[in-house]
């Protein structure tokens, strides 16, 4: 009867890993009962020269892909806010930055295992 019991508590187990492994899981903070999921934000920044330039010069520049990793915190049709670190003790966020939605070519959910 044991063994019977071991091996129906060793397929359950077997079956909770497997579902663990099928869904993604991200890196998360909660506050006040939102989530807030951490992202790799790729986004385009103004390419920009003081100096005297061709035309064909000119025409050759192009904006400069960025990276950022950060929790976003807020988005709407004009803006993505973000902040890349939030102190649970002072209840604050730092390293806060406003994209234009225009800016931004891709957004992708950190998974974590």
Known sequence: MRVWKALKHLKKLKNDIKEFMRKPKYLEVEKDGKKYTFYHIIWEDITGDAGHKSMS?????????????????????????????????????????????????????????
């Open 57 to 113: 010069e000119i025409l050759k520049d192009k904006p400069e892909e960025k990276n950022t990793f950060a929790f976003i915190l807020h988005e709407n049709e004009k803006y993505l806010k973000t902040a890349g670190t939030y102190d649970s003790f002072l209840n604050e966020w730092s390293d806060n930055n406003t994209f234009p939605i225009g800016c931004i070519v891709s957004k992708k959910k950190i998974e974590i295992r």
